[in-house]
């Protein structure tokens, strides 16, 4: 299925229903070029005026590498032209080293091993190579969703903000963590609508690699690693075919997030270093890198309130839209893709014949991916208090942290997503029957 799954897809005669997508992030663009190699019709509704955006840098774990190939090989092409792995042979499996951010010792503590290793990719620079991949004419830009309604031939009919309107027979909202198209699958007043702050925040910076390697030597610049510490940790790894440095250093905070509407303010790189005064000189070195002034990230995710369903009717919500995650595991990005893979397989499957087996395909997707994506969100909570030694039961002992993380790394990396298609298809074929 991996590789021949959409190659034979897309011989099948077109499908005679119409998937509109909102959203035009990696779980969206991913999700339509699934579609579209399947010969399922879509169309993308990106509320930009076009697809660059600002960089952060992302990686992928290995199960996220077979989820691309699942949606479509080139997703996964485009992932290998634009990723940086370490920059030591000796480190390429090497997910991060993880180092005690409060004493002068360049030692790793330990390390966390993975069959792919750290792999960071510029976000805005993968979306690039995605974009390639589906026809011009297949999006529509500077649409922002409004709200839904159905017309008397039961079509979802899409006003946008824009004053125009749009029609399909059924709606996938992908339009991030703060979605409208969950409002209208939950209603506006549940308290899953809207995201909550997590007690966290970050720093971003990006720095040229040979500033890095003067300020903390070779290794650890060219090596992704994660600086531990009280309340903090700082983690990096190399970017943009290794010439620049991801650098985010994260804080948790009792007080509420002061940034009103904004996922994002301003700060001064000063701020950071009295975060982390007390850190020793790679942390202090690391944070003096970066630019004067500072994006400061506030992270929110769904953990207080998930979702209770990634359904209704004709609507269906993935990605962040569905299960927006905290960054501490690495892997929101590659479970976006994974909901695209089973959501393409199940909208191409023989069984969907008509829109009104939409919804059979959309209840099949929600049982696939509900509880999954809703562990990582949970996970990624747990997992970033060990990196600040703040989780219960473990503290600040490092052979439990490492145990945390090898047990939780392996839940994530070790899906068949195969199997978990073939069981979607499976319930599907029973809903549809």
């Known amino acids: 299925m991996a590789n021949g799954s959409s190659n034979g897809c897309a011989a099948a005669p077109p499908k005679n229903f119409e998937i509109a997508i909102i959203g035009g992030g990696i779980a969206g663009l991913s999700l339509a070029i699934g579609l579209h190699q399947r010969n399922v019709p879509c169309t993308l509704y990106e509320r930009a005026s076009n697809f660059h955006e600002i960089g952060a840098g992302v990686s992928f774990s290995p199960n996220a590498v077979q989820a691309m190939e699942v949606c479509h090989q080139g997703i996964h092409e485009a992932f290998e032209k634009v990723c940086t792995r370490n920059g030591w042979a000796s480190k390429r499996k090497v997910w991060f080293d993880f180092l005690d951010g409060t004493v002068e010792n360049e030692d790793a503590s330990f390390s966390i091993n993975t069959s792919l290793g750290q792999n960071g990719v510029h976000r805005a620079h993968f979306l690039d190579e995605l974009t390639k991949l589906l026809p011009a ?9 409004e709200n839904i309604s159905e017309d008397s031939q039961g079509k979802k009919v899409m006003k946008f903000t824009d004053g125009t309107s749009a029609s399909a027979d059924a709606v996938v909202g992908c339009d991030g963590i703060r979605s409208t198209v969950r409002q209208i699958i939950v209603g506006a007043s549940h308290p899953s609508a809207r995201p909550t702050y997590s007690h966290k925040y970050a720093y971003r910076g990006l720095v040229p690699m040979d500033k890095a390697i003067e300020a903390i030597g070779e290794e650890r610049a060219q090596n992704a690693c994660m600086h531990m510490g009280p309340d903090g940790h700082v983690l990096t790894f190399p970017v943009n075919h290794g010439e620049k440095l991801n650098i985010v250093a994260f804080r948790t905070t009792p007080d509420e997030w002061d940034g ?3 996922l994002t303010k301003s700060a001064h790189r000063q701020e950071a270093l009295r975060d982390f005064a007390g850190y020793n000189s790679l942390v202090l070195g690391l944070l003096k890198l970066t630019e004067e002034e500072l994006s400061v990230w506030a992270i929110f995710d769904l953990g207080d309130h998930p979702v209770p369903t990634f359904y209704k009717g004709r609507l269906s919500i993935a990605g962040d839209a569905a299960h927006a995650t905290s960054p501490h595991h690495g892997a929101g990005a590659g479970f976006c893709i994974e909901d695209s893979a089973v959501m393409s ?17 959309f209840a099949a997707y929600d049982k696939s991916r509900r509880e999954r994506s809703q562990w990582l969100v949970q996970s990624s909570r747990r997992i970033g208090d060990c990196y600040e030694w703040r989780a219960a039961g473990v503290g600040k002992d490092f052979k439990k942290i490492e145990n945390e993380i090898e047990e939780r790394m392996g839940i994530i990396s070790n899906l068949d997503l195969i199997q978990a298609i ?11 029957v």
């Not at 004419?137 to 969703?145: A, C, M, R, S, T």
């Not at 397989?345 to 395909?361: N, T």
């Open 137 to 145: 004419n297949k999006v529509q830009f500077g649409k922002q969703i």
């Open 345 to 361: 397989e199940l909208l191409a499957d023989q069984c969907v014949q008509s829109h009104k087996d939409l919804e059979a395909a």
């Open 422 to 432: 073939q069981d979607a298809k499976e319930d599907l074929k029973r809903r549809v």
């Open 260 to 262: 009103g509407d904004r």
